[in-house]
Nanobody, 117 residues
Framework: QVQLVESGGGLVQPGGSLRLSCTAS????????MGWYRQAPGKQRELVAG???????NYADSVKGRFTISSDNAKNTVYLQMNSLKPEDTAAYYC???????????WGQGTQVTVSS
C-alpha cells in the first residue's frame, strides 16, 4: 500500500519560514518524480516545485528564490523549505509521487500552511 505522509505545516507570520516533509512508503522512491502542489480556497491546485530522481528541480515562478525542494532517497523523504513566506502562499500543500514511466500517481493528505500576521 502506497502512503505519502506530509508534515510541517502551520501558521507563520509574513517573512517567516516553514519546512514541509513528505515521507513515502510502498514505492521505489527513485522511480518517481516527487512534487509539491498547493491549493488555495476557490483556486485550482498548482505545482509549486518538483524534483526528479537525478536531482534536477523545477519551480513555479511565484516561489523561485524563496522555496527549495530537496530529497533524501535513503529516507524516502522529500522536503520543501519555504522562506520569505507571503500571505498569498496560504494554501493546503500536497505531496505527489508520479512514476517516471508508468501512470502511477499518488497524493498525500495535505498539510495546511497559513501565512498571516
Amino acid at each position: 500500500q502506497v502512503q505519502l505522509v506530509e508534515s510541517g505545516g502551520g501558521l507563520v507570520q509574513p517573512g517567516g519560514s516553514l519546512r514541509l516533509s513528505c515521507t513515502a512508503s510502498g514505492i521505489i522512491f527513485s522511480r518517481y518524480v516527487m512534487g509539491w502542489y498547493r491549493q488555495a480556497p476557490g483556486k485550482q491546485r498548482e505545482l509549486v516545485a518538483g524534483i526528479n530522481s537525478d536531482g534536477s528541480t523545477n519551480y513555479a515562478d511565484s516561489v523561485k528564490g524563496r522555496f527549495t525542494i530537496s530529497s533524501d532517497n535513503a529516507k524516502n523523504t522529500v522536503y520543501l523549505q519555504m522562506n520569505s513566506l507571503k500571505p498569498e502562499d496560504t494554501a493546503a500543500y500536497y505531496c505527489n509521487a508520479n512514476h517516471i514511466r508508468y501512470r502511477y500517481d499518488y497524493w498525500g493528505q495535505g498539510t495546511q500552511v497559513t501565512v498571516s500576521s
